[in-house]
């Protein structure tokens, strides 16, 4: 089976999560209200090993900035977070990775101190943790792209700006705590304003 979801339509024009089986056809497992469920999700999801469903809505929520939100195998929907824009972050254009522990991270595109974005954490009780605020150049800034998880802990991401040129960089965040910038986009050269997620 395939699952994703999409950023427009359903019931309430909000988006939705779906599944497509192997024989075409397509199920809506959960419809966005728009309201404090979320709306408008840009990402999609990631599975645990009990079948839940985990993603983030760009939109929607208590406060209008969007949602981390969780899916049951039958078909329940409930919020662990709803961002505020400051300081926990807000629109989050990027999806979650989920590690062993269950633990999930993210980032979102603006919200944070300087509204630039954050990187966080949602552990298995749904608190969030602000692991780290973007703050612009010559660091990475206004991530659009998801988080990917290595075996020693570390998150690699990409901002589509901010860098030593402004053009973006692909990026570390360390176990412990530190942002690293790996490469700083040139423009013409080599590219720049990455937004897909890395591999």
């Known amino acids: 089976n395939l699952y994703g979801t999409t950023y427009h339509g359903g019931g309430a024009s909000a ?3 779906y599944r497509v089986d192997p024989s075409g056809h397509e199920t809506v497992l959960y419809n966005f209200t728009g309201g404090a469920d979320g709306s408008n ?3 999609g999801v990631v599975f645990d090993s009990a079948g839940n469903l985990y993603g983030t809505t760009y939109a ?3 406060a209008g900035q969007g949602t981390v939100y969780k899916l049951t195998p039958s078909g329940e ?3 662990l977070h709803s961002f505020t824009g400051k300081p926990d972050g807000g629109k989050p254009y990027a999806g979650v990775v989920l ?3 269950g633990n999930l991270f993210g980032t979102t595109y603006s919200g944070g101190m300087v509204n630039g974005g954050v990187i966080y954490k949602i552990d298995t009780t749904g608190h969030e943790t602000v692991l780290y605020t973007f703050e612009g150049a010559p660091g990475p800034d206004n991530p659009k792209t998801p988080l990917i998880l290595d075996d020693a802990g570390n998150l690699y991401g990409a901002s589509g700006i901010g860098g030593q040129t402004g ?3 692909v990026y ?3 176990a412990s705590g530190q942002v690293t910038v790996l490469y700083s986009f040139q423009g013409a050269k080599d ?3 990455p937004v897909s997620g890395l591999v």
């Open 15 to 17: 988006g939705v999560v």
């Open 41 to 43: 999700p840009y990402a």
């Open 60 to 62: 929607g929520g208590t």
């Open 77 to 79: 929907e409930s919020v």
């Open 99 to 101: 590690d062993s522990a």
């Open 167 to 169: 053009y973006g960089a």
């Open 172 to 174: 570390e965040f360390s």
């Open 191 to 193: 590219g720049r304003g």
